[in-house]
């Protein structure tokens, strides 16, 4: 038995019963479902995607009042004229998504450049905004609304009790749950994975995190439109009531005790606060002698308890429970042949070649001159070593060469292009590869994952595609790829565990097989043998050995003296932000101002 098999039983037994529920269970069952569509986007948006958003309630808002107002205003009425009535909730449908699109976008694009906490209080104050602007509307009703809305109706049939509606609720949220799910598994999924990790190694990867961080914000928002545009048609009555910041407290929760890392815990979220909130609704005043919304207390001492006892949720819980029972395998990776699909390719620079280069770079931090007027450069067929003290401005000179910071003054050249300014994406595009001083892996994830992330912007495939399934081919040319590296890399036997379980040694090396990935052109190694063995260490010379021959520019910044010196062509010193020796390795160890500098070092 394998988990899909379990949806699939699921969808059964649920269309199996409809006839027979309750009409009060399937009014339940209608509104877990609407309440489960703004959830899967928030685990979309916050449990993957690292962005908590308290304000789904008022995009639910929009998709509601959108179909209200075009269902109810005369203006509407004297533009659609020519529309047979039963098509207005669709025409509300289509303003509903243009119209929350839109907004979202806009709000994104402010909102999601704030840090830290400034964004979850960011989208506070949006949700709080558009809530009043609901209710002090006159078009739209003010804080009494609109009623008097029609139902939907689809193929002449009319959907006006929860009986015939539920089916439509349901098979929308499957439908986004298949689409979501077919998303987080692709070359796009990795990207919004990545997101969460800050931005440094996702833009490295050639990621554009802004963007992708709007169309998840814009995608969490459309799922929220539907299901408010579902709930205007099936309580044919909207107020603002059921949009404000409350609710969308409440949909962050469901997200969060349901499991905000996976699909299907936004539905055991939402099944689980709907039922309970139900039944609070009924005995918590009797209990306390008083009306009141007092079940947001027990909801919000509930999220305390599952985040100190089971931070990911409850769904991994009971996904592992049933796992367990019924002895389930997981679903395989079905994959059409690689071979189909090739991946972009870039030419080596032909060896000798400068590939990347820089002319008088100077870094000031406030007064402190971390570079000063540091002369470099990389060829295609070799190893340079950068080495130095520690605070001689390595780091600092790493970053002003793959695009994570600016220099103060002076000139980087890749490929003989002036990259001033220019993002470190825009490094990853024209073929420089790197690693991390500390290491930045998704430590959840499978080693061949991380890997094939590195060759994100060698695939084309967008969000639809992905989501449509429709990228399988490329998708299995980035998975044969990064297997390729992953072989190459003699990380054969880790390949699907999970990066996170291995040594540092090896994650190192995981890194490395990344921007392998990538088939950069210069490969910048900010200390790879740091952490490494005796053995491990004779391996990644072996391996940086091989890559040489093979025409690449190779950049190392590393500690470990016996390791650069018989693996370097060229080692330059730096000491105190400023060049004092270049040379081979013979010349740079006679060198007294680099012994002098070494002075109780192990040089
Ligand atoms: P290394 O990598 O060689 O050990 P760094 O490049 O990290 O050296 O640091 C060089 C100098 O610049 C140090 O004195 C450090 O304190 C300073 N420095 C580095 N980054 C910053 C920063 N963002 N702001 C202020 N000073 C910095
Ligand atoms: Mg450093």
New binding site residues.
């Given amino acids: 038995m394998k988990p899909r098999h379990l949806v699939i039983a699921f969808i059964v037994a649920l269309a199996a019963a409809w006839g027979l529920l309750s009409p009060f269970t399937i009014t339940l069952l209608c509104y877990i479902g609407l309440y489960a569509l703004v959830a899967i986007g928030l685990v979309l948006l916050t449990g993957v995607g690292g962005m908590t958003s308290f304000g789904q309630a008022a995009f639910v808002g929009l998709g509601a009042y959108a179909t209200a107002w075009i269902c109810s205003s005369p203006e509407a009425a004297s533009w659609l004229g020519f529309l047979p009535k039963g098509l207005y909730p669709w025409v509300g449908l289509l303003l509903g998504l243009v119209v929350t699109a839109l907004i979202a976008w806009g709000l994104g694009a402010i909102t999601l450049r704030l840090s830290g906490h400034y964004l979850p209080l960011g989208t506070i104050a949006w949700g709080l905004s558009l809530y009043y602007i609901f209710g002090n509307m006159p078009a739209l009703g003010g804080f009494t609304g609109i009623g008097g809305l029609p139902p939907l109706e689809l193929f002449g049939f009319s959907l006006a009790t929860p009986q015939a509606l539920g089916p439509v609720i349901w098979a929308v949220l499957l439908l986004a749950i298949w689409a979501l799910d077919n998303l987080l598994d692709s070359r796009e999924g990795r990207a919004i994975r990545a997101l969460k990790s800050g931005r440094l190694m996702a833009e490295s990867m050639g990621v554009d995190t802004s963007r992708q961080r709007i169309k998840l914000f814009v995608v969490a928002a459309l799922l929220a439109a539907v299901s408010g545009w579902l709930y205007a048609h099936m309580q044919r009555f909207i107020n603002p009531t059921p949009f404000n910041l409350n609710i969308g407290i409440e949909y962050l929760f469901m997200a969060v005790v349901g499991g905000a890392g996976h699909l299907w815990g936004a539905v055991l979220g939402a099944t689980l606060i709907t039922l309970l909130k139900e039944e609070l609704q009924d005995w918590l005043p009797q209990l306390l002698g008083a009306s009141g919304n007092f079940e947001v207390i027990v909801f919000g001492l509930l999220m305390l308890l599952v985040l100190q006892r089971a931070a990911d949720g409850l769904w991994p819980l009971l996904a592992g429970f049933t796992r367990r029972v019924l002895k389930m395998s997981p679903d395989k990776r079905t994959l059409a042949p690689a071979g189909e699909v090739r991946l972009d390719h870039h030419a080596l620079p032909p060896k000798g070649e400068q590939v990347l280069q820089a002319q008088k770079v100077t870094k000031r931090?406030?007064g402190?001159v971390?570079?000063n007027e540091v002369d470099m450069d990389v060829r295609a067929g070799e190893v340079h070593a950068l080495i130095?003290?520690?605070?001689?401005?390595?780091?600092?000179?790493?970053n002003m060469i793959s695009g994570v910071d600016d220099p103060t003054e002076g000139q980087v050249r890749l490929k003989t292009r002036d990259m001033k300014g220019k993002p470190s994406r825009a490094f990853a595009a024209l073929g420089l590869g790197r690693t991390f001083?500390h290491v930045r892996l998704l430590g959840e994830r499978s080693v061949l994952d991380n890997v094939a992330l590195g060759a994100h912007q060698r695939g084309h495939k967008g969000w639809v595609a992905s989501m449509l399934r429709l990228d399988r081919a490329e998708e299995a040319a980035v998975l044969a790829e990064a297997m390729r590296q992953i072989e190459r890399c003699g990380l054969g036997a880790v390949a699907d565990t999970p990066a996170a379980s291995l040594p540092l040694g090896q994650q190192r090396i995981v890194e490395i097989a990344r921007a392998l990935a990538g088939q950069p052109a210069v490969l910048l190694l900010d200390e790879p043998a740091a952490g490494l063995r005796h053995l491990e260490k004779q391996h990644l010379a072996e391996l940086l050995g091989q890559l040489r021959e093979e025409g690449l520019a190779i950049l190392v910044?590393e500690h470990d003296m016996e390791f650069v010196m018989n693996l370097a062509d060229r080692i330059t010193v730096?000491e105190f932000?400023t060049v004092i020796a270049h040379g081979s390795p013979t010349e740079v160890q006679a060198n007294p101002r680099v012994i002098a500098a070494y002075l109780g070092g192990d040089l």
């Fill in positions: 931090f406030a402190l971390a570079n130095g003290p520690n605070g001689a401005g390595k780091s600092t000179f790493f001083q910044v730096l932000g």
